[in-house]
């Protein structure tokens, strides 16, 4: 079965700087999805990156970018610039790709970002 | 992207009662998950719902407490049984909309408190 850890229960950062949160997980599978997703205090679920395990190439969406290694199971997330918007936990998860699969996604434990201003 | 409505955004219930919970898509659903969040804690699928069958349920969740109905491809129902103080959380609706590869769009959740 596969896993998906977050180590850091909480992170902080002083607004205009970066910060990286941490992720590994564990899998038998050699192609399979891997997301960060946002969840500020409305509860909404918002998807902040996506990660192909075919490419090579670390996705990138403005200032959030990846460091997919998929050797080290590892998948953690930049984000740059941070903005007192960003607070909010970040999970991430992942999904198999195998045909058949019913798309579901295994999350990790989350990381509390705090912005300070 | 997909609009996700999900009836009722909170309740507070007794318990021993039961509370059905609405998902409503406004896009062509390929897939629909339900979602438990239990205080301050990650997301742990309880169930992939299932067009015209049966849902199929996570290992921990059966059909008798969290029956799951999906009579088209955008609605989909799932009520908390003889609920109790433990089922106190946040159910949360999602689904991967056709065109759209595998991102998976959220309902805003239901936050529900049993006393």
């Known amino acids: 079965a596969q896993t998906v850890t977050q180590s850091q229960p909480e992170m902080s950062v002083q607004e205009a700087e970066t910060v990286t949160l941490s992720c590994t997980y564990d899998?038998?599978?050699?192609?399979?999805?891997l997301f960060w997703y946002k969840q500020p205090p409305s509860r909404q679920m918002i998807l902040v990156i996506r990660q192909e395990a075919y490419k090579q190439q670390n996705a990138t969406e403005n200032r959030f970018s990846v460091n997919f290694q998929k050797a080290a199971k590892s998948f953690s997330l930049k984000i740059s610039d941070s903005q007192l918007g960003d607070a909010a936990m970040y999970f991430c998860?992942?999904?198999?790709?195998?045909?058949?699969?019913?798309?579901?996604?295994?999350f990790g434990q989350g990381t509390t970002l705090q912005v300070k201003p | 992207s997909a609009v996700i409505s999900q009836k009722p955004s909170r309740d507070i219930c007794q318990r021993g009662t039961s509370l059905t919970i609405q998902c409503q898509v406004d896009s062509q659903v390929t897939m629909m998950f339900w979602y438990r969040q239990q205080p301050g804690q990650s997301l742990t699928l309880i169930a992939t719902a299932n067009q015209g069958s049966e849902a199929t349920y996570e290992s921990g969740f059966v059909i008798d407490k969290f029956p799951i109905s999906r009579p088209n491809l955008t609605f989909s129902t799932l009520t908390v049984s003889n609920m109790s103080p433990e089922d106190s959380s946040i159910y949360l609706c999602?689904?991967?909309?056709?065109?759209?590869?595998?991102?998976?769009?959220f309902g805003q959740g239901t936050r529900l408190t049993v006393v």
């Open positions: 998860a992942y999904r198999s790709a195998i045909e058949g699969n019913t798309g579901k996604l295994i």
């Open positions: 899998t038998s599978e050699s192609d399979y999805y």
């Open positions: 999602s689904v991967e909309v056709m065109g759209r590869g595998t991102e998976a769009f």
